[in-house]
Nanobody, 120 residues
Framework: QVQLVESGGGLVQAGDSLRLSCVASGRTFSNYAMGWFRQAPGKEREFVARISRGYGATYYADSVKGRFTISRDNVKSTVYLQMNSLKPEDTAVYYC?????????????WGQGTQVTVSS
């Protein structure tokens, strides 16, 4: 069992930056592929970014490519999402998730989410 706790969300203006953090506990963090997802009001949850176990390959949704960066610190059992040049359409609840298997999913454990609101 892995517990995930996100933090770092907030209210910002378009063009600003935020860094989300997700701290994992309960199992060996480096054994898990990690992902960030988001869900906007009235919309389905969507993939944002993922990072592999091991050497940390990354992959992004087209909508955030070039603006967001996912990274991980296996010593701190933490995955980050650096979000730059934020847009109003980035407004959503952001969730981190951990996968015991493939980095493309399915994801086995989820955090409770952190709200990101971007005003225009």
């Amino acid at each position: 069992q892995v517990q995930l706790v996100e933090s770092g969300g907030g209210l910002v203006q378009a063009g600003d930056s935020l860094r989300l953090s997700c701290v994992a506990s309960g199992r060996t963090f480096s054994n898990y592929a990690m992902g960030w997802f988001r869900q906007a009001p009235g919309k389905e949850r969507e993939f944002v970014a993922r990072i592999s176990r091991g050497y940390g390959a990354t992959y992004y949704a087209d909508s955030v490519k070039g603006r967001f960066t996912i990274s991980r610190d296996n010593v701190k059992s933490t995955v980050y999402l650096q979000m730059n040049s934020l847009k109003p359409e980035d407004t959503a609840v952001y969730y981190c998730a951990a996968s015991e298997g493939s980095w493309s999913g399915p994801y086995d454990y989820w955090g409770q989410g952190t709200q990101v609101t971007v005003s225009s």
